[in-house]
């Protein structure tokens, strides 16, 4: 299968079950399985390919310009990891299935685990490193989705957030990392930077990409010191934790890290930073795992431990370390898994995680017992069983490390933490499993079906097989650790043995196991001097940090953002003048190329109409009323300017949207106050007019300059005149450009303007929905009511004409591809038609009359746009091609039919939708705040104002 | 009368700059319209004054005004009706949510004396 169904299909599968969720829970465990296991069979038809050492590559060309392409690779790496993601994920769903309660809502997290699993994916098969960085944040948003399911939990959500944070800052600091990279080889791909090694670590930039990338690293895979958010994730689902937080995300930090090895390890900084880390984080995390009480606690920083010895594995950068790194995740991903599932299972039964509580489990479900049991001794590394082989070889590896110059540092703190983590899988048999029965369960606990126990218990007969027979997982190791090493160094040619003779790291491992056995004998003294010992809490740290980083933000942010708005818009106004004046100082004008045109009587007379209604509305702004004739005048000479410089269109639009710009502006006086009172001190007045006297000034300016010169390049306008009627079909060179050689664009704008009325149409609903509705019930109007509400001059006028003007829109609408007119146009006129029908005849007489829902008005028209634009790729041209004909029906003359009137219409029709849409909804508040309206066909007798006889009729037109 | 043109975006930006920077939602509203009309003359307007030559063709005549600027301008009027109906409602909404049509946020309001009466 290619690797871009494999990448794709979780995404596309997330879809599935949230549908799927009222068809019942099996049905949606059942189709997020489907999908993970099409996914899973799918890589495994690579399998043969990368047995053969092949690297399968899917490539697609996505932003070439910035060097970011959606570019998959398949390696043995990256097949081991897509292994475990898919094929633990597969049992993990399996065991959700079972976990989840009924109150859980299955399918949303099944569609996040879906979401997670083809980030996952993608980030191990990328091939781009910016590709990769995309899935690697994915995978952080997806985990705090994850993490913060159940979102009644406040740990839930502060786990989450924690999570969030500190991966969310590594993988900023990696995204530098990365650029860093990028830039030093000259590529973003993985393949072309893993062959640079030498340029890359002889770069003087090497130490600061490494430290970012380790940083990326390090917070995703919880090392010291961003190991504490990791127990905090454990507030979520156990299935959760153990797809996430032990098999899966927290690895991807050492994938990368095992990524990157062939160019980033082999030097001192990565010896030194890599290896201390991971030794640190794997001694703390198995100390501290020893003495947490909540089981999942325990087995979280248990993970810590693990993913710092893999670390510190990776840091040697020796090739039998890269080995024992993956061979080790490949073990801890099996023992890890079971034993998180296990403790799912003990939480979902005995209703407790808490092993102080706990103790006797063994009689009462046996099954339990032997499935943690098992992968229990694994992780404390007992022969025979997986675990005890990756730790002998971490070990022997051990003994030849040396840090700091001192040879027995590392094999001393190795043992110590191994001795720990023999302890604390000690502690969580016995405490858990061995002893008497006890009678203070919360719940009575016996053996889940077979739905909880079979998935752990099939990672524990791996467990098994491979401690048993280790020689079956030497193979596929040995080829994964071949594509870490990337030809660096050869692959080392030990076997996988359980019996190696009597090396030091068999007697470090003895040591470990029976000073594991002490410990735990003596555990409650070492409890009480333990808890008796002050540590600093990381959650609390985490916290002070996170406040004073909030407060330092607010202390900057507030005082700049004060909430006041004309602030804004003074300093922007300033900021926009000041830069513009400043490329004005700083560039260079030509002499005037144009003559001034002479300027008649009328055209005089317009501008003074228009500078005195400007003036007006300036200085009687706080009458509303008057300000609201005025603009109107402003709109009115604006279209006659229009009209005046050959622009008839625009003149057109111009004048019907002012009709309705102002009828929307009077509707929304009819509930705003009708003055504005007198607020601002004088010294304010003054600063605002300045503010806007220099930005007048400096339009006027700017305009005065360009319209006395030509343009410095000649404008495409040629193109279009040339070929309006040649290509377009049609001598209205505006129109055809619209809806033509600017059709894509004209799309756009009618869907935004569908947008707008239907967020119009939402905040309409939201405010009749809430308290404004009461409100709106019971004002006192603040301006006298017409006596007349529904005037029978205006009544029977607007009825008459109503077609007429339809007729006119019609005509409008026709002309348009060769005169001036068009869909943008006859749409405002034939609204105009239908807010007069509001107006005159009521808002629920014309509601009442009308069909269509305005919203599928809209929708209508952007399809009618959309299918004529997609119809021209069935003729295999580009979309939004148009085509025109002229065809003769006799008897009449030859008339063009061109394709464009097509999308005209979705333009009209989209016009008429949002326009009506808009009006109406702010009608609808009216309404509501109105006295009902009558339903007589016309309110034009007054004796109807008294209400009928009890049980007479009321007939319309009596 | 190009000094007429751009003198008239001048004074309409300056009115609608001024009107901006009120405090009441209302004459926010109306500025903005004002500035609307200033941008929309101003876009227009690079297509230079041409008096008598719609861009219309017809035979014999070669000489037209720019249709690009027109066509631009054209939805750009149909936009801003749709973006001022949105403010309008955005300002409505707010007037009648908490009976106040400050554009700036109010430090701390005295008591709402519509709900003392109600």
């Known amino acids: 299968m290619s690797l871009f169904f494999i990448v794709a299909l979780p995404f596309f599968g997330a879809l599935l079950p949230g549908l799927m969720n009222t068809a019942g829970r099996a049905a949606c465990a059942g189709v997020t399985f489907t999908v993970s296991l099409a996914a899973f069979i799918g890589l495994l038809t690579n399998l043969p390919a990368i047995m053969a050492g092949e690297v399968v590559m899917a490539r697609v060309d996505w932003i070439p310009s910035l060097g970011l392409n959606f570019t998959l690779m398949l390696d043995g790496l990256g097949f081991f990891f897509a292994l475990l993601i898919l094929g633990i994920g597969l049992l993990i769903i399996a065991y959700a299935r079972h976990y989840l309660s009924r109150d859980d809502n299955m399918g949303e997290f099944f569609t996040y685990l879906l979401l997670f699993q083809g980030a996952m994916v993608g980030i191990v098969l990328s091939d781009n490193i910016l590709l990769l960085l995309i899935f690697w944040e994915l995978t952080s948003l997806s985990s705090f989705l994850l993490i913060g399911y159940w979102k009644h939990l406040p740990e839930g959500r502060q786990g989450a957030r924690m999570a969030l944070t500190v991966t969310g800052m590594g993988g900023l600091a990696m995204i530098g990392g990365m650029l860093i990279l990028g830039q030093i080889v000259g590529s973003y791909d993985l393949s072309v930077i893993l062959q640079n090694r030498d340029l890359i670590q002889a770069d003087p930039l090497y130490v600061p990409a490494l430290i970012l990338i380790l940083l990326g690293c390090f917070t995703k895979s919880a090392q010291f010191p961003f190991h504490f958010w990791l127990p905090h994730a454990m507030a979520a689902p156990t299935p959760v934790s153990a797809y996430l937080h032990s098999a899966t995300m927290v690895k991807a930090g050492i994938f990368l890290m095992a990524r990157m090895w062939p160019v980033l390890s082999g030097t001192p900084e990565w010896f030194v930073i890599v290896t201390t880390a991971g030794l640190i984080t794997m001694v703390l995390g198995a100390v501290i795992a020893l003495f947490k009480h909540d089981l999942k606690a325990l087995l979280a920083f248990s993970t810590v431990s693990h993913l710092g010895l893999i670390t510190m594995l990776l840091g040697t950068g020796t090739a039998f370390g890269a080995m024992a790194a993956m061979f080790h995740i490949l073990n801890h991903a099996t023992f890890k898994a079971a034993l998180f599932m296990s403790a799912g299972i003990i939480d979902h039964e005995a209703h407790t995680r808490d092993i102080r509580r706990l103790g006797g489990l063994r009689k009462l479900m046996p099954i339990t017992f032997i499935v943690a049991t098992l992968a229990a001794l694994s992780m404390a590394g007992i022969p025979l069983l997986n675990g005890f082989l990756s730790k002998e070889m971490m070990l022997e590896e051990a003994t030849h490390t040396v840090l700091f110059n001192s040879p027995w540092l590392v094999p001393v703190l190795a043992t110590i933490g191994s001795l720990f983590s023999a302890a604390y899988c000690f502690r969580l048999i016995g405490h858990v499993f061995m002893g008497p029965v006890r009678d203070d369960y919360p719940a009575k606990p016996h053996d889940p079906g077979a739905g909880l126990w079979m998935p752990p218990a099939i990672l524990v007969v791996l467990v098994v097989v491979i401690g048993v027979a280790p020689f079956l997982a030497e193979p596929f190791v040995k080829l994964v650790t071949a594509s870490v090493l990337g030809g660096v160094l050869d692959v080392p040619t030990a076997y996988f043995k359980i019996w190696h003779g009597l090396v030091p790291a068999l007697f470090m491992s003895i040591a470990a196991i029976i000073g594991g056995l002490l410990m735990l004998a003596i555990f409650n003294p070492a409890l009480r001097l333990w808890d008796g010992t002050p540590r600093p809490e990381a959650k609390t740290i985490f916290d002070t940090i996170v406040e004073a980083a909030a407060k330092l933000a607010q202390s900057i942010i507030l005082p700049l953002h004060n909430g006041a708005f004309s602030r804004y818009a003074a300093v922007g106004t300033a900021a926009i003048v000041a830069v513009g004046f400043h490329a004005w100082m700083t560039g260079t004008v030509g002499a005037p190329t144009r003559e001034m045109q002479p300027a008649g009587p009328v055209p005089i007379a317009g501008w003074l109409m228009l500078v005195a209604a400007t003036g007006g509305m300036v200085f009687m702004h706080r009458n509303r009323f008057l300000s609201l004739i005025l603009i109107g005048i402003v709109g009115l000479m604006v279209s006659i300017g229009f009209v005046f410089f050959s622009a008839p269109d625009l003149a057109m639009t111009q004048f019907t949207v002012e009709v309705v710009t102002i009828i929307l502006l009077l509707l929304a006086l009819n509930f705003l106050p009708n003055h504005t009172p007198i607020e601002s001190t004088v010294l304010r007045r003054v600063r605002d007019a300045s503010v806007a006297i220099v930005g007048g000034l400096a339009t006027f300016g700017l305009a005065y300059h360009y319209l006395l010169r030509d343009a410095v390049a000649s404008p495409i306008s040629e193109f279009h005149l040339a070929n309006s009627y040649k290509g377009g079909g049609g001598t209205n060179v505006v129109n055809v450009i619209l809806v033509d050689f600017r059709g894509f664009d004209t799309y756009g704008e009618i869907i935004v303007l569908g947008i707008a009325a239907l967020l119009i149409y939402a905040l309409t609903e939201t405010l009749l929905g809430g308290p404004v509705r009461a409100r709106l019930l019971n004002r006192k109007h603040d301006q006298a009511r017409a006596g007349d509400m529904h005037p029978m001059m205006m009544v029977v006028l607007t009825r008459v004409i109503m077609p007429v003007v339809l007729m006119v829109g019609f005509y409008i609408f026709l002309r348009g591809h060769n005169e001036p007119g068009g869909g943008f146009i006859s749409g405002l006129i034939v609204s105009i038609a239908v807010v007069m029908q509001y107006m005159a005849s009521g808002f629920s007489w014309t509601s009442a009359r009308l069909r269509y829902p305005y919203h599928g008005v809209i929708g209508a028209g952007v399809l009618i746009a959309g299918l004529t634009g997609i119809g021209s790729w069935f003729v295999s041209k580009p979309f939004l091609t148009s085509d025109f004909t002229y065809v003769r029906i006799p008897p009449f003359h030859e008339f063009e039919l061109a394709t464009a009137a097509l999308f005209d219409l979705g333009v009209f029709l989209a016009v008429v939708g949002a326009v009506m849409l808009s009006l109406e909804s702010f009608s609808r508040l009216a309404r509501r705040a109105h006295m009902p309206e009558t339903e007589h066909p016309m309110d034009i007798d007054p004796s109807r104002e008294m209400p009928p006889p009890e049980g007479t009729p009321v007939r319309e037109g009596a | ?118």
């Open chain 2, 1 to 118: 009368m190009e000094l007429l043109v751009a003198s008239a975006i001048g004074i309409m930006t300056t009115g609608g700059i001024y009107l901006l920077l009120r405090l009441r939602t209302f004459p926010v509203i109306l500025g903005i319209s004002l500035l609307t009309y200033a941008v929309n003359v101003f876009l227009f307007a690079s297509g230079r004054l041409t008096t008598g030559a719609p861009p219309v063709l017809r035979d014999d005549i070669t000489a037209y005004a720019d249709p690009l600027p027109q066509a631009l301008v054209l939805t750009a009027i149909v936009i801003s009706f749709g973006m001022t109906a949105v403010v309008v409602m955005i300002g409505l909404g707010a007037f009648l949510g908490s009976n106040d049509d400050h554009v700036d946020d109010q430090p701390d309001l005295p008591e709402d004396p519509a709900e003392g009466q109600s």
